[in-house]
């Protein structure tokens, strides 16, 4: 009893203390603003989660620059939505939507299938959309939820994508792999034998051990792409604690303050979309000087353990196992 309940509600008070902390920083820094960038003309980005939030500014503002930009969601009305609305806004803009459900393999691979039957290329990958704090449950093809669509769902498209983000990348100009993180990675643990959180289901600790295998993804990644010398790079990004529906599974008296609060600690989507668009845009990130985490605007520093050689490599494998890769 003593040992499950520890489970439960210490992974909890973590995670929010983290948020409290987070929070202050918030409130006495100013927050990161997105320099001014060089036209996109004739690059493609595929934004996952992008009808809405931080997502929906990032394609916003690709869109604006005319870059080519491919929303993949789970909502087709929300995307449908969120294309007309940037169509009206920018007349030129180059925006669609893709029906892309990270909770199925099957809707991820149709997906990126889809794409390279265009044979477009493909210069920015942003693996933007999650879920945070929800109830115990299954993807598609049985893997538990946070795990599956923050980790596993964009690690299989991003695989599947991998070529063509190789083929269209050239040396001034990678292709750009962007993975949206967060924080919370700092408290989370890596179980090789427990990767579905069979043991003790706690959605604070779900989330949090999600986050920190997409970062372990994004670092091992860019590590081999820079040893293969291919012309790609990868990166995660905190882009902080945003005031969008991500956390509409908080605690219901947390959920009440979090919608009281929100207007004064939490940042906008298109704040938190700063650090992202940096990432996936800015000139100076090219070759050597990409890859890491970033956060606030700039390169930040995060756990040893995000950088355990043994455990990316172990995590890579087993990921690669899970969704029948070679």
Avoid at 99 to 105: G, N, V
Avoid at 175 to 185: C, D, E, P, T
Wanted: aromatic fraction near 8%; hydrophobic fraction near 40%; include cysteine.
């Amino acid at each position: 009893m003593l040992s499950a309940l520890r489970s439960y509600l210490l992974p909890a008070v973590r995670l929010y203390l983290l948020g409290l902390k987070v929070l202050l920083v918030q409130l006495f820094s100013r927050p990161p603003r997105l320099p001014v960038m060089p036209r996109q003309d004739g690059k493609v980005a595929i934004v996952t989660g992008g009808g809405r939030g931080i997502g929906y500014e990032v394609v916003c503002h690709m869109a604006r620059l005319g870059a080519h930009v491919i929303i993949g969601g789970r909502d087709e009305q929300e995307g449908l939505a969120a294309v007309r609305r940037i169509c009206e806004q920018y007349k030129e803009a180059k925006v669609e939507f893709k029906k892309l459900d990270l909770a199925s393999l099957q809707s991820v691979r149709q997906f990126a299938q889809s794409f390279k039957e265009r044979d477009l290329p493909l210069n920015i990958l942003v693996n933007n959309a999650g879920v945070m704090l929800v109830p115990e449950g299954r993807t598609e093809d049985g893997f538990e939820q946070h795990f599956g669509i923050n980790y596993l769902g964009h690690f299989l498209l991003t695989w599947l994508l991998l070529d063509t983000l190789k083929d269209s990348g050239k040396c001034g100009h990678v292709s750009r792999v962007v993975s949206v993180s967060s924080s919370a990675h700092r408290i989370g643990e890596i179980r090789l034998n427990d990767l579905n959180s069979c043991q003790h289901y706690s959605a604070h600790t779900a989330y949090c051990h999600s986050k920190l295998a997409q970062l372990l993804f994004s670092s091992h990644l860019h590590q081999e792409m820079q040893s293969g010398g291919f012309p790609v790079s990868s990166c995660a990004v905190d882009p902080g604690m945003v005031d969008t529906s991500l956390y509409r599974h908080l605690w219901t008296p947390l959920r009440l303050a979090q919608s009281v609060i929100a207007g004064l600690l939490f940042r906008t989507p298109a704040e938190g979309a700063a650090t992202v668009l940096s990432a996936a845009l800015s000139p100076v990130l090219e070759g050597d000087c990409g890859g890491g985490y970033w956060a606030n605007g700039h390169r930040d520093v995060t756990t040893l353990l995000t950088f355990d050689p043994q455990l990316q490599l172990s995590l890579w494998e087993i990921s690669l196992q899970l969704l029948g890769l070679q």
